[in-house]
Nanobody
Framework: VQLQASGGGLVQPGGSLRLSCATSGFTLDYYAIGWFRQAPGKEREGVSCINSSDGTIYYTDSVKGRFTISRDNAKNTVYLQTNSLKPEGTAVYYC??????????????????WGQGTQVTVSS
């Protein structure tokens, strides 16, 4: 199982980035997959998760209405469109599988798989 995130960078507040996650070694459409982020000195924070079975999507409250997750099973790639970025969104963003979402929480278990991540810096 391999996941490689890309697309991060330095962006001004209010800007946008499209993060991509190239996957290999497993059949993408069989697994729930999502994004979490980790800022320096802070705990891992689930950002979004998309179910494999029915495509249900979950977002953490702080990104609802601004971020959009999508998957292209034919290209084995998952995307995270991030709009209206805020300075508190500065973190390393990782795509990971599996994940589990609900109306209350986003879970990314320690036994899951994720790659090196991509740095997103939101600053003027």
């Amino acid at each position: 199982v391999q996941l490689q995130a890309s697309g991060g960078g330095l962006v001004q507040p209010g800007g946008s980035l499209r993060l991509s996650c190239a996957t290999s070694g497993f059949t993408l459409d069989y697994y729930a997959i999502g994004w979490f982020r980790q800022a320096p000195g802070k705990e891992r924070e689930g950002v979004s998760c998309i179910n494999s079975s029915d495509g249900t999507i979950y977002y953490t409250d702080s990104v609802k209405g601004r971020f959009t997750i999508s998957r292209d099973n034919a290209k084995n790639t998952v995307y995270l469109q991030t709009n209206s970025l805020k300075p508190e969104g500065t973190a390393v963003y990782y795509c990971a599988t599996p994940c589990a979402g609900s109306d209350y929480d986003l879970l990314f278990p320690d036994f899951g798989s994720w790659g090196q991540g991509t740095q997103v810096t939101v600053s003027s």
